[in-house]
């Protein structure tokens, strides 16, 4: 069975361009989730879907940041303009309802 | 200035011998804690889950101990391999949310 899939695996862009990463979840997982993982801390939750449906967007920062799951399937998170502080590993994670979640490999985002 | 976050707590442990590796976590009402392993450039790994209503699970090579009255949580992997050495997460889980700690790095000396 195929694992989550992110893409691209690497980005490096300069502060106040535009960058958005993609995610296809495991197949038949209705819950999708955006994370920020910075060095050596654990993942923050940044947005969870229920199938197409936002339902905990609260630390999205939404000046900048963008998220969408128009299907229901595959999902693209959006950051418009980058700032130096938005560099991190940006995971991916789907799961069935609330249960088990399996994560990507992430994007190493790094912002000049 | 340097993160704080580069700081990661690290348990260096001989190949063979058993590992433990602890973790507080801060919610009474959570009702579910999962541990994962996380190797360098992938995502997070999930080894083994407990449920708030039991205080002891065991999976191949891996048990973890819930403590609730003093809110910790531990995993206890056996005969450690080289292929353990990763940085291992707690997580609770608080209202379908789940609360990640802030990990630590298992180390395997030869």
């Known amino acids: 069975e195929a694992g989550v899939v992110q893409s691209p695996r690497y980005k490096i862009i300069e502060k106040k361009q535009p960058v958005a990463f993609w995610c296809n979840p495991i197949?038949?997982?209705?819950?999708l989730y955006w994370y920020r993982q910075n060095l050596g801390q654990g993942p923050e939750l940044l947005i969870r879907?229920?199938?197409?449906?936002?339902?905990?967007d609260s630390q999205l920062p939404k000046d900048r940041f963008s998220a969408e799951r128009l299907k229901g399937v595959d999902s693209t998170l959006k950051i418009q303009p980058a700032e130096l502080g938005d560099s991190a590993v940006y995971l991916c994670?789907?799961?069935?309802?609330?249960?088990?979640?399996?994560f990507g490999p992430g994007t190493r985002l790094t912002v000049l | 200035g340097e993160s704080v976050g580069l700081h990661l707590p690290t348990l260096s442990v001989q190949e063979g011998d058993n590992s433990i590796i602890n973790c507080a976590y801060s919610?009474?009402?959570?009702?579910?804690f999962i541990w994962y392993k996380q190797e360098s450039g992938k995502g997070p790994q999930f080894i083994i889950d407990?449920?708030?209503n039991m205080d002891k699970r065991q999976g191949q090579r891996v048990t973890v101990l819930l403590n609730k009255t003093v809110k910790h949580l531990s995993l206890q992997i056996a005969a450690t391999q080289p292929g353990d050495s990763a940085v291992y997460f707690c997580?609770?889980?608080?209202?379908?949310?789940?609360?990640w700690g802030a990990g630590t790095k298992l180390i395997i000396k030869p």
């Open positions: 997580a609770e889980r608080l209202n379908y949310q789940l609360i």
């Open positions: 919610n009474s009402a959570s009702d579910y």
């Open positions: 407990i449920r708030s």
């Open positions: 197949s038949g997982h209705n819950t």
């Open positions: 879907y229920e199938n197409e449906e936002a339902v905990d």
């Open positions: 994670a789907s799961s069935l309802s609330s249960n088990e979640q399996f």
